[in-house]
């Protein structure tokens, strides 16, 4: 049990087009789901926090505007990068929060590359 | 807000022995502390996991031990072996909500 999914899990694009990643809980209801950043040998680095059925609250210097978040349901929340460019390129992970062991699983992650 | 501090960054051990890694939090009130392990290129998956009314969890060769007086909880590996090399991240958590993450821990195996 515990399972999540992302898509795509790799997606090359030019610069300046907009790029959307899936994170789905396929076994279970998540009502938060989080987004992190991981650049190589780097720490995970928390994006936003997705809550099903409202705004999502962003970390600190995390632009809201560029990385758009819905959370339309209890199982699926996506990451829209806009005008994505070479900077954003990066390994993206979400994660979805079990409420029975109350922990985050993750998902397999999507590796951005902005051209 | 909590700061998680992990030492080592990066940890070689020959086959069989054992690897501890150390963490240090900084909010009194975090009561969870969750381990995760992540190979090259893949997801980070939870391997072990605390909660601060217990001192010490085991898991066949993992175990954790939480000291909440010092703040600090650590992860043990005994009988190293080569699949157990990768990056081990700690994490502490006082919501469910929101995890503070160590910087992480390169673990090699040499065989």
């Known amino acids: 049990g515990a399972v999540v999914s992302q898509h795509p899990s790799w997606v090359i694009c030019k610069s300046g087009t907009s790029v959307k990643i899936e994170c789905r809980s396929l076994?279970?209801?998540?009502?938060?789901m989080f987004w992190y950043r991981q650049f190589p040998k780097q720490s995970l680095m928390l994006m936003a926090t997705?809550?099903?059925?409202?705004?999502?609250?962003?970390e600190q210097g995390v632009e809201k505007d560029k990385f758009l978040i819905n959370h339309a349901s209890l199982t699926l929340s996506t990451l829209t990068v806009t005008s994505a460019h070479p900077e954003d390129s990066s390994f993206y992970i979400c994660?979805?929060?079990?409420?029975?062991?109350?922990?985050?699983?993750f998902g397999p992650g999507t590796r951005l590359t902005v051209l | 807000g909590e700061n998680v501090e992990q030492h080592p960054s990066t940890l070689s051990v020959q086959e069989g022995d054992s690897a501890v890694i150390k963490c240090t939090y900084s909010?009194?009130?975090?009561?969870?502390f969750p381990w995760y392990k992540q190979e090259l290129g893949k997801r980070p998956q939870l391997i072990i996991d605390i909660r601060s009314n217990v001192g010490e969890k085991k898991d066949q060769r993992i175990a954790v031990t939480l000291n909440k007086t010092a703040k600090h909880f650590s992860l043990h590996i005994t009988e190293t072996q080569p699949e157990d090399s990768a990056v081990y991240f700690c994490?502490?958590?006082?919501?469910?909500?929101?995890?503070?993450f160590g910087t992480g821990t390169s673990l090699t195996v040499i065989p």
């Open positions: 997705s809550n099903e059925g409202s705004k999502a609250t962003y």
């Open positions: 909010d009194s009130a975090s009561n969870y």
């Open positions: 994490a502490a958590s006082n919501t469910g909500n929101q995890f503070y």
């Open positions: 076994d279970f209801q998540a009502t938060t």
């Open positions: 994660s979805a929060r079990e409420t029975i062991r109350d922990t985050q699983y």
